[in-house]
């Protein structure tokens, strides 16, 4: 019995691959899945007034615009209930939906942490978030992101705040 020859066994293997590719069939997967991936940006948002909503709690409701890896620019509504501590900082858990250019969605809870404000009204911040899934491209995504940088005016209810992670879709 003869040896089988390798370079003819590899060069077929590459004119399957070639043809199947002129067929429009790949022989090799070209879209990656469940990769994990670096997510980072940073997003400029604008509240609404804060509503009570129990003793030593608020509502508030976040709108406004990220730029971030895998997304571009996507606009970003948050749904959030921050509650205060007697030293003047506060608790936030929130429910994030991130919405790219393309329709796709992103969603994310998250839990922050508030500084007491400045005499000029500015509140300090960072957190987390855990990525729960979405639409499209993030269908079944997971991960996690820290919110760093954030800071928000009690005046003008303008905040922003940078995101840096790892995403897996």
Not at 23 to 31: E, I, L, M
Not at 104 to 114: I, S, Y
């Amino acid at each position: 019995m003869r040896a089988p020859n390798l370079v003819h066994f590899r060069n077929l293997t590459l004119a399957f691959a070639v043809l199947g590719a002129a067929r429009g069939v790949a022989a090799v997967p070209t879209a990656a899945s469940n990769v994990d991936r670096p997510i980072a940006g940073f997003c400029t948002v604008q509240s609404a007034p804060p509503e009570p909503v129990g003793p030593g709690q608020i509502r508030v409701v976040i709108d406004g615009v990220c730029q971030m890896s895998h997304l571009g620019r996507a606009d970003v509504h948050i749904d959030e209930i921050v509650t205060y501590n007697p030293d003047g900082s506060a608790e936030g858990v929130a429910q994030t939906t991130m919405t790219a250019a393309d329709g796709d969605v992103l969603h994310a809870r998250g839990l922050a942490h508030f500084e007491p404000p400045t005499a000029q009204g500015i509140v300090l911040f960072a957190g987390d978030q855990v990525f729960t899934g979405g639409t499209g491209r993030f269908s079944g995504a997971t991960g996690q992101a820290d919110i760093l940088k954030g800071f928000v005016s009690l005046v003008t209810y303008e905040a922003g705040y940078e995101i840096d992670g790892r995403i897996i879709y």
